[in-house]
């Protein structure tokens, strides 16, 4: 049976409509793993950054505390010992640690905005795509809420 060419033209844009529809879930199904992967990993990359912090943070604390203890021995030993190198030791390892402190602090901030970028300029927004144009509503969800969590940091 022969089929009349304005048919056979029907027939054609129809199966390349499937076939274009079909191409079109593939990717988007694609297109969507791709984001939940991504949003996974950028979590947990959240919630190792946030141990690590939790962990600086309690180094730092000890170390504060340290330093307020040989403080307050040194400020009781005056006067009380017969050699006052020691108590010049002990003075000398205090300023070092305090200078110490102050270093990393200054060294954990930096690098605490380094790796938060501006809310304008999220990691999570890349080639020219922003919260309000071609991006799928899910992912938009996920980013505000990364933008929230580490806004709290």
Partial sequence: ?????????????????????????????????????????????????????QALTERAADLELAIENAQAILTDSSGKVLDDSSRAALEKSIAQAQQTLKNKKQSWSNSRHRFLPS???????????????????KFKLVTAQVLKHSSKQ
């Fill in 1 to 53: 049976m022969k089929f009349s060419p304005r048919v056979q033209m029907i027939a054609a844009l129809a199966v390349s409509t499937v076939l274009v529809s079909s191409m079109a879930v593939v990717v988007g199904t694609n297109y969507v793993a791709t984001q939940e992967s991504a949003q996974a990993q950028v979590i947990d990359t959240i919630a190792m950054g946030n141990e690590r912090v």
């Fill in 119 to 137: 809310k304008q300029q999220h990691p999570l927004m890349c080639s020219g795509l922003t919260a309000s144009n071609s991006v799928p509503k």
